[in-house]
């Protein structure tokens, strides 16, 4: 248990405020006591721990990790004070590498510091989202079935308008890719090589979002493919090989060689909403 931290610098809080952490104690407890470092260490930390090290971040990465998977899991709760001593002591690290880290959190949108009010937690609504900490952060949080279906629905949204960007760029050779992959698709599935279709459609993807010539589309479309992989999510527009998602795949490269935008964002849609992540939530376009 964290013992009363000492005199802090001003504006960072008061002391103690941690141990009011309502963190639920052993059955048969008669009130809420201090907050269960340890636990949430142990259950939040495995893939914490691993991914700091596997970053080479040492020291700061790590407590980065531990605090934002504590604030994301919801252990932190928002507005929270935190008092840059008590985690010091707690995680035995230097005042620097609390306030560093304190720092990277703040960038992320997880903690807020004022003079006279101290750091405290912020409201998810006020989180950087897209930020890859903490879309990792909450794919192993209780927030992972809500991550996954905003990720789809954000899919939904993005691939269709690339599709038909794409129309409007007649490059022959990316065009002839695309092709390439969804023969490559048919052969795999002929052959129960799920694998490599799943990395035929992933190229595929990747290269019509390429060939709409946005920057910008294919950097947050990059986000959301990584975030999926992430969240344990299919990043492939199809659950399982099938003959509709060939279909599609196929009525898109046919909509691309013709130039006809509006065909390929039709068909782009059809395809993900084959996808059961995307079917619970988007209904099937209509047939005008």
């Known amino acids: 248990m964290m013992t009363a931290a000492r005199s802090v610098e001003s504006g960072l809080g008061a002391p103690g405020d941690l141990d009011r952490y309502p963190y639920a104690e052993a059955p ?4 809420v006591g ?3 470092w340890e636990g949430a260490e142990a259950d939040l930390g495995r893939v914490g721990r691993r991914t700091a090290g596997s970053r080479g971040r040492g020291l700061h990465g790590q407590l980065v990790q531990q605090l934002g998977q504590m604030i994301v899991s919801g252990d932190l709760g928002a507005d929270r004070p935190l008092v840059p001593e008590e ?10 590498v609390v306030r560093e880290s304190l ?3 703040e960038a992320k949108g997880l903690v807020s510091a004022r003079p006279n009010v101290g750091t405290r937690v912020r409201p998810v609504s006020d989180w950087n989202l897209l930020d890859p900490d903490i879309i990792e952060w909450r794919a192993f949080g209780p927030q ?4 996954r279906r905003e990720l789809n629905e954000l899919r939904w949204t993005i691939e269709p308008l690339a599709a038909r960007l794409a129309a409007g760029h007649g490059r022959e050779d990316v065009q002839q890719r695309l092709a390439d992959m969804v023969e490559i698709m048919g052969h795999a599935y002929a052959q129960g090589d799920g694998i490599t279709f799943s990395r ?4 595929f993807h990747a290269l019509l979002i390429q060939l709409a010539g946005n920057r910008m589309l294919e950097h947050l479309s990059g986000i959301v493919g990584a975030a999926l992989q992430v969240s344990g999510a299919p990043a492939t527009s199809c659950d399982r090989p099938g003959e509709a998602c060939l279909a599609h795949h196929a009525r898109i490269v ?3 060689a013709a130039g006809d935008a509006h065909g390929a964002e039709t068909a782009m849609r059809q395809l993900l909403t084959v996808h059961p992540e995307v079917e619970r939530v988007v209904p099937a376009p209509r047939e005008h």
Do not use: K, M
């Open 144 to 147: 992972r079935d809500d991550q």
């Open 254 to 256: 046919d909509a691309l």
């Open 87 to 96: 985690i010091g002591q707690r995680f035995e690290v230097s005042r620097t």
């Open 200 to 203: 035929a459609d992933a190229e």
């Open 28 to 31: 048969g407890a008669d009130r």
């Open 34 to 36: 201090p907050p269960s």
């Open 103 to 105: 720092r990277v959190l």
